[in-house]
């Protein structure tokens, strides 16, 4: 046997071994994804923090639904370009919300706004006490409170 077929046969080996580990890691990732029902992880918030998830983006500027906002400070919400969360919706004001943190509580206040905000399908009237997986809908946009 040649020196140059014995290192083609060594080669081939190396690549049917490389080849079968794709195929096993391929695998390992299609039986995670089946044994899931196919659904999406959500990203989970740690002991302590407080996020807003966004359930429906609206018009919001780059917002990507299912995405989470890490909430450690308070929040303004609006249709001006220096609120912490920009809404680019005829239906919402240039300040519209805010969320405020406060004691390790969370709070939403209305900004007088015209349009309202929402709190579970209710209307915010002045500073009112969030908890978790509470849905807050701003014009188009709707929210969801983790604690």
Same mark, same amino acid.
């Given at each position: 046997m040649s020196f140059s077929k014995m290192?083609? &046969? @060594?080669?081939? #080996? @190396?690549f049917i071994v490389i080849l079968y580990v794709i195929i096993y !890691?391929?695998?390992k990732i299609m039986y995670k994804d089946v044994k899931n029902g196919g659904k999406k992880r959500r990203p989970t918030i740690a002991k302590g /923090? !407080? &996020?807003l998830e966004i359930i429906n983006s609206g018009n919001g500027k780059d917002l990507k639904d299912g995405s989470i906002i890490p909430i450690r400070s308070d929040l303004t919400i609006g249709r001006k370009e220096d609120n912490s969360i920009v809404l680019s919706d005829q239906h919402v004001s240039g300040s519209?919300?805010? #969320? #405020?943190?406060? /004691? /390790?509580?969370l709070f939403i206040e209305d900004l007088n706004s015209t349009n309202g905000t929402y709190l579970n399908g209710n209307k915010v009237n002045g500073k009112v006490k969030v908890s978790n997986k509470d849905e807050i809908k701003i014009g188009t946009a709707v929210f969801k409170i983790l604690v």
């Open positions: 290192i083609a &046969g @060594v080669f081939g #080996i @190396v !890691y391929a695998l /923090n !407080y &996020g519209h919300a805010k #969320i #405020i943190l406060r /004691n /390790n509580s």
